[in-house]
Structures are given as structure tokens and as C-alpha cells.
């Protein structure tokens, strides 16, 4: 149906681009984005990396391989459109022990799969040729990974929602959800919005503002933060494109490792730590109320007992800046404690199922006239614009979701 009146709470990238999509795709009808922040791409979107990822790690004919594979094209031509950076500077995925040849192996076949462009097997000799200051025994090379800008172009969205006659409405805290005939009403304090349908794109709090439109229970957000080493700028030279360790397979995280920024600066991270509170970037902000919640999951305390141990590092790491280097430095032996500083912190909103699964693939569902994004952690940047065509289909009925 025209004129109708779409909403999406959380202006973040995800949030954004099906704003966007929708008001394109569909002239007449009328996108409101309600924000809390003051601005946009405040959380996930302008903490992330900035890279572009290929689709190398993600089971084929999973929601996020076929949309990582979907998204990057989309993009590229997106960024050069509209001249925002992108960078096509290549990703090593690098094995350093013997034990990670058959994992990397693993992935190759994996990318294979996915068509990821220009991926390669490649020699300890050919990745000394490609940089010449990493080790390794083996690695993979995919020559068209890139980085961009993601608070950036989250910022372009904004403005295409509103040069198409929509409005990004910043300051909107959600406080209820509330169904009516013939739609939806989202409140904020004393102000109202009612659409037609409404779209739930709230990354960190995705849970909560599920649980106010009387969505399901699970999967519940658990923030885990990502803390950075930056390069010194004399040391930036070391590194040329992305160098990363061959992940672990048991875990949705990448591992540590060399990511060179737009700005020209380098870092190195993130570990991967159990944030205090769902906006927790420094180790110092605890929430109570957060910390409740995660306490009385049954689904936090199965985590814990089956990935201690590796927390115990991760939290090691957060804590000691010799630590932090000593897995990165096994991949560029030339850089230590001294080459870096402090940087900055992300949090992830990663879901977690009741039995202690940390959620892999995007989660998207509609209920009636809501659809909810439950899990959309990395790469959902990249994949942005393909995520917000998925979106888009399910809000109006063209798939089920999944």
C-alpha cells in the first residue's frame, strides 16, 4: 500500500539503510527513524573497524553469506556514487600454527563457496611479498577486502531518507510500543508517533525494545567489549592491508588483528570481554539493572561454563597491554608493547540463546505489522544495504524472515 507511514527505532547503519530502502523503493510512503541518541550511528556503527568484509568466514547459504557476498557490491557502488571512501587494500587470514593449516583450509573452502573475488592460497614466502613485515606458515589473501567509513555513510542514509520526504527524528528514547487498530503508536515521554508498521533495528538494546512490543523473550543481548591498540604513527608503516589470525571456530568472534583505518592510522584489535553495562566502552561503567539481567539468564551462566577459560585471557588482555601483544606480535613479530597505544572501544550486541549459544547468523523475524532484527553484529555493516533489502521484504510480506 502507498502513503503509509513506516517506522524504524535505532539509527544506526542497519537501522538507516532500511529507512532508506523503503522510502526508494516504495515512493508515497513516509519513513520516520526514531533515534535516542542526539545523533546518528552513535553506538555499533561508529565504534566498528571500518572494514569491508568479503565473506570468507560465513557457512554458505547462511542469511549472512548470501547478504555479506550482496552487501559489499551494493557498497562499493554506494561509496562511489557518492564519493565516501573505499579502499580495496586486502585482508591476509594468517595460520601460525600448525594446528590452524586445517582450519584455514576449512575457510578457504568456505569462501570458495561463497564466491568471495580473488581469494588465494598463499606461501610463508608470498605473504613476506605481500607484507613484508608479517609471519606466518600459510595464509589466505583476498585482495578485494576493503575499509571505509561507516559512521559516514550512515550519515549519507540520513540524509537520503530525508531528501526522499522522511524524517530522522533524533533525542526519541522508545519508552512503549503499544498496538492499535489499523497500527502501531511508539512513545516517548509525552510524545507519540503511529505508523503503519514498524521495523526494530536497536542493536544494544534490541532485546529490551523487543520485549515492548511483546516480542519473544529470546534470543537476550549480551555486550561484550572490544578494546583496541592503536599504532604509533611511526609505526604505522608496518602494516599495509588487514592481518588476521585464523579464527576459532567455536567462537563468532575474529581474533586479534592489523586494521589500518581511512584516517591512516592502524589498529590492533579487539579482544573480546563481558561489557558492565550495554553501553559500557570504558572497563569503569557498571549498570546495575544491566548486570541484573544478565545474572538472572540461565542462558549467561551456560556461557560461562563453557567458555571460562578463554574469558579469563581475553580479561587478561583487557588489563595488561603486554598481554594484549603477545598473540598480536606472533603475527607481526616486528611490533610489541612499545610500538603502541591505547585506543578506542566498541561493544557488540551479541545474542545468546537460552542454552549459552552465542547466536552466529542474523536473526530477523516479523510478527504482524513489526519486524525485529535480533542478532546483526558483524559483519551486518557491510552487509548493510542487502540486510535492508531482506528487511524490507519481510515487512511487507515478500518472505517470512528467519
Not at 541518541?37 to 557457512?59: L, M
Request: hydrophobic share 40%; charged share 25%; glycine share 10%.
Amino acid at each position: 500500500m502507498a502513503d503509509e507511514t513506516i517506522g524504524i527505532v535505532g539509527a544506526g547503519i542497519v537501522g538507516l539503510a532500511t529507512g532508506r530502502h523503503i522510502a526508494l523503493r516504495r515512493p508515497g510512503t513516509r519513513v520516520v527513524v526514531l533515534e535516542k541518541e542526539s545523533r546518528v550511528a552513535v553506538h555499533q556503527t561508529g565504534h566498528n573497524s571500518g572494514v569491508v568484509h568479503a565473506g570468507i568466514y560465513y557457512p554458505p547459504g547462511s542469511l549472512k553469506a548470501r547478504l555479506t557476498v550482496r552487501g559489499v557490491a551494493l557498497l562499493r557502488e554506494y561509496c562511489r556514487d557518492r564519493g565516501l571512501p573505499y579502499e580495496e587494500i586486502g585482508k591476509l587470514v594468517v595460520a601460525v600454527r600448525p594446528d590452524e593449516l586445517g582450519r584455514m583450509e576449512n575457510l578457504y573452502e568456505r569462501a570458495r563457496n561463497n564466491h568471495v573475488p580473488e581469494l588465494r592460497k598463499v606461501s610463508k614466502e608470498e605473504i613476506k611479498e605481500i607484507e613484508p613485515h608479517a609471519g606466518g606458515l600459510a595464509a589466505l589473501h583476498s585482495p578485494r577486502t576493503a575499509i571505509t567509513d561507516y559512521p559516514a555513510i550512515a550519515r549519507e542514509f540520513a540524509k537520503d531518507i530525508e531528501a526522499a520526504g522522511g524524517e530522522v527524528r533524533l533525542g526519541f528514547p522508545v519508552a512503549s510500543i503499544t498496538r492499535v487498530p489499523g497500527g502501531i503508536e511508539v512513545a516517548s515521554g509525552q510524545e507519540a508517533v503511529r505508523v503503519d508498521r514498524l521495523v526494530l533495528c536497536a542493536g544494544l538494546r534490541s532485546d529490551s525494545v523487543a520485549r515492548l512490543a511483546r516480542d519473544s523473550e529470546e534470543p537476550r543481548i549480551v555486550p561484550f567489549r572490544g578494546e583496541y591498540m592503536l599504532l604509533r604513527p611511526e609505526r604505522a608503516h608496518l602494516v599495509r592491508g588487514l592481518v588476521y589470525p585464523v579464527p576459532d571456530p567455536r567462537y563468532p568472534f575474529l581474533g586479534v588483528h592489523f586494521t589500518p583505518r581511512v584516517d591512516g592510522s592502524v589498529e590492533v584489535g579487539p579482544n573480546a570481554v563481558l561489557a558492565l553495562a550495554r553501553e559500557g566502552y570504558r572497563r569503569s561503567q557498571v549498570s546495575p539493572r544491566d548486570l541484573a539481567r544478565l545474572a538472572a539468564y540461565p542462558g549467561t551462566w551456560r556461557m560461562a561454563a563453557r567458555h571460562w577459560r578463554t574469558g579469563l585471557k581475553e580479561y587478561r588482555g583487557s588489563l595488561s597491554r603486554a598481554a594484549f601483544m603477545k598473540d598480536a606480535g606472533r603475527y607481526v613479530p616486528g611490533v610489541g608493547v612499545a610500538d603502541v597505544v591505547r585506543g578506542g572501544a566498541g561493544v557488540r550486541a551479541q545474542a545468546l540463546d537460552p542454552d549459552g549459544t552465542l547466536v552466529d547468523d542474523f536473526r530477523i523475524h516479523r510478527t504482524g505489522r513489526i519486524t525485529a532484527v535480533r542478532n546483526a553484529p558483524s559483519p551486518a555493516a557491510t552487509a548493510s544495504l542487502a540486510i535492508a533489502e531482506h528487511i524490507t521484504d519481510a515487512v511487507f510480506g515478500d518472505v517470512s524472515g528467519v
